[in-house]
């Protein structure tokens, strides 16, 4: 196969070109929540904690489990956030072994501000392709989630 013919079959493939532009989507929404937070060290793999982590607090093993990653790891993340001051750690008032992670603004303040930022990429996407072309690929992205979630019960 011609790399050429490679390019154009990537160029036709609407996964691919979902993929590539969650990627970039992704990128920009990093940067974003960087300047919200004012942490220039914040990584992904810090916000990908996120929505592991419930306003009640969540204890490191259950993090790992819903995340699907050793207990280590997330702990290793926890201890950079602690010193971010994004979370912090409480004894959990059942099991005087386990800690709980909590948002350290109690989670609705942090989620908010984080959505704060992706809202900055979605006023740009609306510039870019106006309201109705924003609202259509919306709707779009909408029917390709619903149909992915099937797919993926079968």
Request: hydrophobic share 40%.
């Given at each position: 196969?011609?790399?050429?013919?490679f390019?154009?079959r990537?160029q036709?493939?609407?996964a691919?070109?979902?993929?590539k532009?969650?990627?970039?989507?992704?990128?920009?929404?990093?940067?974003?929540a960087?300047?919200?937070?004012?942490?220039?060290?914040?990584?992904?793999?810090?916000l990908?904690?996120?929505?592991?982590?419930?306003?009640?607090?969540?204890?490191?093993?259950?993090?790992?489990?819903?995340?699907?990653?050793?207990?280590?790891?997330?702990?290793?993340?926890v201890?950079?956030?602690?010193?971010m001051k994004?979370?912090?750690l409480?004894?959990?008032?059942?099991?005087?072994?386990?800690?709980?992670?909590?948002?350290?603004?109690?989670?609705p303040?942090a989620?908010?501000?984080g959505?704060?930022?992706?809202?900055?990429?979605d006023?740009?996407?609306k510039?870019?392709?106006?309201?109705?072309?924003?609202?259509?690929l919306l709707k779009k992205?909408?029917d390709?989630?619903?149909?992915?979630?099937?797919?993926e019960?079968?």
């Amino acid at each position: 196969m011609k790399t050429s013919d490679f390019e154009d079959r990537k160029q036709a493939s609407l996964a691919h070109q979902l993929i590539k532009a969650g990627r970039l989507l992704n990128e920009h929404g990093l940067a974003a929540a960087r300047i919200a937070f004012k942490l220039p060290e914040l990584k992904q793999t810090h916000l990908d904690l996120f929505p592991h982590i419930d306003f009640a607090g969540t204890s490191i093993s259950d993090i790992a489990k819903r995340k699907g990653v050793s207990k280590q790891a997330v702990s290793k993340l926890v201890q950079e956030m602690i010193k971010m001051k994004l979370v912090y750690l409480e004894d959990d008032p059942n099991d005087s072994r386990t800690k709980r992670v909590f948002f350290y603004t109690r989670g609705p303040y942090a989620i908010s501000k984080g959505f704060s930022a992706l809202e900055v990429l979605d006023k740009s996407l609306k510039q870019q392709l106006g309201e109705h072309g924003y609202r259509l690929l919306l709707k779009k992205v909408d029917d390709i989630h619903a149909i992915l979630s099937v797919l993926e019960k079968d």
